[in-house]
């Protein structure tokens, strides 16, 4: 008897300690990151951790590890390139320290505003971190440098050691486990950034069961990024990876591992139509690349019937 009584105090100890679920009307709508909710989440799954393994110092050892890194959304702080890796002949990886074991704690999708200086110009752009959120001492980015591009001046002058300047967090989309039944990422070079950490962040969480049909649009087969991280990825049971190439002449002349799985030509409307028709459960799109890119894929999602609320354009 008394040993139920203490299994009975004991639960009712771990009920106090359960993080308090917010009410609709504490939230305020306005896609805040992290949002309340966002918090709540984060906290209940500390909570159920500590709780399955009869821990309660958890709770507070996993507040105090969680440590983010200070960025501001009015000032730019300082980070320090620790590598530079080129990926094609005009992108580049970058990675940026942050001290100690700090995270960058970005919400899936979220991107920061880099300062430059050209010629006593200054310029701002915006960049996604394709690094996971719980990734520590450091972030890192895709950068595409254009010919004519001022900020590409700035970025091809960048070595080890140098400091840039970054302020954020922006955007970002307000992903939760098992949201959606399937994810249709659309990608157009570059805009594969954001759709990275959001994929990793359901690979990673065992109990996230949503299907993920990665389409990655490239002009050459050479020019695709990050192809082992990718491939990777496409060994979890609930991923696909589609790739679309607009210039290169002939399936025959890509690896075998990549002919089945790639396009020649460009994302029509056709093939949009084909690609949702054989998601796996009922999708929801996400976009992101150039301005005319995601314009035509907007209507293209259009013409196979998702409605504006089955789409999110970054």
Same mark, same amino acid.
């Given at each position: ?5 203490? *299994? ?24 805040c990151?992290?949002?309340? %909710?966002?918090? @709540?989440?984060q ?6 951790? #500590?709780?399955?393994? /009869? =821990?309660?110092?958890?709770l507070?050892?996993?507040?105090? *590890? ?12 300082? %980070?320090s390139?620790? #590598? ?16 100690g ?13 880099l300062? &430059? ?20 001492? @450091?972030?890192?980015?895709l950068?595409?440098?254009y010919?004519? &591009?001022?900020?590409?001046? @700035?970025?091809?002058s ?12 922006f955007?970002g989309?307000? @992903? ?8 249709l990422?659309?990608?157009?070079g ?13 690979t990673?969480?065992?109990? =996230?069961?949503t ?6 649009c490239?002009? !050459?087969? /050479? ?5 082992? %991280? ?18 290169? #002449? +002939? ?5 075998? +591992?990549?002919?089945e799985? !790639?396009?020649?030509?460009?994302? +029509?409307q056709?093939?949009?139509? *084909? ?6 459960? /009922?999708p %929801?799109a996400?976009?992101? &690349? ?5 314009? =035509?894929?907007?209507l293209?999602?259009? #013409?196979?019937?998702?409605?504006k ?5 970054f």
């Open positions: 008897m008394m040993e139920e009584e203490k *299994e009975e105090e004991e639960e009712e100890a771990w009920l106090q300690l359960r993080p308090t679920e917010p009410l609709p009307a504490q939230c305020c709508g306005g896609g990151k992290p949002c309340v %909710f966002d918090t @709540y989440y906290e209940l799954t500390w909570w159920e951790k #500590a709780r399955a393994k /009869k =821990d309660k110092s958890l507070w050892r996993k507040k105090e *590890e969680h440590r983010v890194s200070e960025l501001s959304l009015e000032t730019f702080q300082a %980070f390139i620790s #590598a530079v890796e080129p990926l094609t002949n005009d992108t580049c990886q970058i990675r940026f320290e942050l001290p074991n700090e995270q960058l704690g970005l919400s899936p999708g979220q991107h920061l505003i300062r &430059g200086t050209v010629d006593g110009l200054e310029i701002q752009r915006a960049y996604t971190p394709i690094s996971h959120r719980n990734s520590e001492g @450091y972030f890192e980015v950068i595409k440098c010919e004519t &591009g001022l900020m590409s001046q @700035y970025v091809k960048w070595k080890v050691g140098d400091t840039a300047f970054w302020r954020g967090p955007g989309f307000p @992903y939760r486990p098992n949201q959606y039944g399937e994810l990422m659309l990608a157009a570059t805009g594969l950034a954001p759709m990275l950490p959001i994929l990793k962040e359901i990673d969480n065992e109990e =996230d069961e299907f993920v049909t990665l389409v990655g490239f002009k !050459t087969f /050479k020019g695709i990024y990050l192809k082992p %991280f990718l491939q990777d990825q496409a060994r979890y049971w609930n991923v696909r990876t589609f790739f679309v190439l607009s210039q290169e #002449a +002939s399936l025959d002349e890509l690896p075998w +591992s990549y002919q799985k !790639t396009h020649l030509g460009r994302l +029509s056709a093939l949009v139509q *084909e690609l949702v028709s054989s998601c796996r459960r /009922k %929801f996400l976009v992101c &690349g150039p301005s005319e890119f995601v314009r =035509d894929m907007a293209c999602l259009q #013409a196979t019937g998702l409605t609320e089955s789409y999110f354009l």
